[in-house]
């Protein structure tokens, strides 16, 4: 299992459509869409968890792709190092 980091998604976004989208390249295992407390709108970025082949494919046929008006940044979710203060 392979988690994706989806970058640069408009704030109107919701994670019906994002789960959509991705599901093109295979099945989506767990998905999550990072938004604002006070809003409820997206914050820009969120998780979707996928098989290693299906998340490289979804990688080659999503990063860079326009997504309601913004090209999607699409890449494995790196590792988590200490935070800075």
């Known amino acids: 299992m392979k988690k994706l980091f989806i970058g640069n998604?408009?704030?109107s976004t919701n994670l019906q459509e994002l789960e959509t989208l991705f599901s093109e390249?295979?099945?989506?295992?767990?998905?999550?869409l990072v938004t604002d407390?006070?809003?409820?709108?997206?914050?820009?970025f969120g998780f979707i968890e996928m098989e290693g082949h299906e998340a490289r494919a979804a990688i080659a046929g999503?990063?860079?792709?326009d997504f309601n008006g913004q090209p999607l940044r699409v890449n494995f979710e790196a590792?988590?190092?200490g935070r800075r203060r």
Do not use: A, I
């Open 25 to 32: 390249f295979g099945r989506v295992r767990s998905s999550q």
């Open 37 to 44: 407390v006070f809003s409820g709108k997206c914050k820009g």
């Open 9 to 11: 998604l408009p704030t």
């Open 62 to 65: 999503l990063n860079g792709k």
């Open 79 to 81: 590792p988590k190092t």
